[in-house]
């Protein structure tokens, strides 16, 4: 048995979870509402505050879909009720991040400006010249947009310049050492 998948999902008040037919679940919150549909082979049930997504058999293909749907499922009432965030920081000499209308603007020290539109679900905060916050009520959507806008400038080994999440360490290298032996 799947240790993820047998586990039951708490929904908190305020939550409410809806299973239609052809396994379509709408999770509706507080931050706003989301839809998936799953594979027909999972059974998902709500009973009150409870919600548990079972397999039919012991099949290769339902073990493997049975932890991947409960965590999905959960992904979508945890994202309703409190929602999912990504930090990047911004380090090296002139780089900076800004927020103009519904872009964000970037100098990464290119010869040009980098901007990033803000996609439906994603809310795009520029707090500090050096810190940006991704935050949305999707998580596949919002660490899809950190990592786009990460891979405008990875952190690079020798000085850690670029853009790197909050709570990645990057693995420095020591530069040349000059002159020969």
């Known amino acids: 048995m799947s240790r993820i998948g047998k586990m039951p999902i708490t929904v908190p008040a305020g939550v409410e979870v809806t299973v239609a037919k052809d396994n379509v679940v709408t999770v509706k919150g507080p931050k706003g509402t989301l839809t998936r ?17 079972t397999r039919p058999n012991d099949e290769k293909m339902n073990r493997s879909l049975h932890g991947l749907s409960r965590t999905l499922l959960n992904n979508m009432v945890v994202g309703v009720s409190t929602g999912f965030s990504k930090e990047l920081e911004v380090n090296g000499v002139g780089y900076s991040a800004s927020k103009e209308g519904n872009k964000l603007v970037m100098k990464l020290g290119f010869s040009h400006l980098v901007t990033m539109e803000e996609i439906d679900g994603i809310t795009v905060e520029v707090p500090a010249p050096n810190k940006i916050v991704v935050s949305g009520i999707d998580k596949q959507k919002v660490g899809q947009f ?36």
């Open 146 to 181: 950190a990592a786009e806008v990460r891979g405008k400038r990875p952190p690079e080994p020798y000085k850690g310049k670029g853009i790197k999440y909050t709570t990645e360490v990057i693995r420095r290298k020591e530069g040349k050492t000059g002159g020969k032996k």
């Open 37 to 53: 549909a799953f594979h027909p082979n999972m059974t998902i049930t709500v009973d009150g505050a409870i919600a548990t997504v």
